[in-house]
């Protein structure tokens, strides 16, 4: 998706171990649908390379009508794109077309520069669709911001599935539970859909430093707190946890190593460097980057001049 601007997430920083930090993304209305961002927030950028986390949904359309996101560009990172319900259909400027399902991954890896759109399949749009999931942002190391853009697209029977008793998991990049996602991925992360029924448990080993549960729905229980559905639960290294399903529940396990520095982010461009955004915005207005074969009539302009650029925490002002 192309970024929209939404309220910062609200942070509330837990001082009993496991949990660290909880992040309560604010929903911005889209018109067509309602977004949630829990990823960036202003404390807390990102959780491995995970740098932008917007639930999309749930919606139901009306009869006609649909998600229709207009050809705009990406540079320095991948956009992983997972479903729960509901179809979009995917074009960039590679030429791909690609319909995405329920349980299936787009990851779209921009580099030096990509252009795609992202709409309701016409077909779907004669019975009122309906649309939920998740599109998250992996900023790209350093020594791959600029390489040249790839898209993949993995079916359900490509991704792992861990079942056991109350709990299905199904492995959406990276390593987890003895098993690798072939997916391929520039850094050392994880990201999984974890389904559970009411009272099964589930443990995340502390494997990598930066770990984070989102519930989805339902209700988790991590060390005798409950949390409900739209939480980041943002965990402290090094503690192994276990979660305890509240009722049927739903959640994104997420983080991986940290990067290899903080980045910059402005609209739809994420870099190591402030020259490399200013690099993309120019090339966006001169209309340097490729069309989208099948979807060049319209595109999203760059946005005014005065739009924020995110830069890392550090650098931020107690007022911004």
Known sequence: MSWNQCPDPDLEVVRD????????????DL?????????????????????????????????????????HPHIGLSTVTYLFRGQIQHRDSLGTLEVIRPGELNWMTSGQGIVHSERTPREDRAEGPDLFGIQAWVALPRDAEDTRPAFEHYGRERLPEIVEPGATVRLIAG??????????????????????ADGAR??????????????????????????????????????????????????????????????????????????????????????????????????????EDDARLRRPPSEQPAAE
């Not at 999309?56 to 996101?69: N, S, T």
């Open 17 to 28: 171990a496991p949990v660290e930090t909880v992040i309560l993304p604010r929903a911005r």
């Open 31 to 71: 018109g067509e649908f309602e977004v949630r961002r829990a990823l960036p927030s202003k404390e807390k950028q990102m959780i491995g390379p995970f740098i932008f986390f917007d639930q999309m949904g749930p919606a139901e359309f009306l009869v006609g009508r649909g998600m229709d996101v207009r050809p």
């Open 175 to 196: 390593a987890l539970y003895g098993e690798t996602s072939p997916v391929r991925c520039h850094s050392d992360m994880f990201y999984a859909e974890v389904v559970l």
């Open 202 to 303: 589930i443990p995340l080993a502390p494997d990598y430093d930066e770990r984070g549960v989102y519930v989805v729905e339902g209700a988790v229980e991590i060390a005798g707190d409950v949390y409900e559905a739209g939480r980041l639960v943002v965990l402290r290294p090094g503690d192994e946890v276990t979660l305890r399903s509240r009722g049927a529940s739903r959640c994104m396990f997420l983080g991986g190593e940290p990067m290899d520095g903080p980045r910059y982010l402005w609209w739809n461009f994420v870099a190591s460097t402030r020259d490399r955004i200013e690099q993309a915005k120019n090339d966006w207005k001169l209309g340097r980057f490729a069309k989208v074969p099948g979807d060049s009539e319209e595109f999203i302009p760059l946005p």
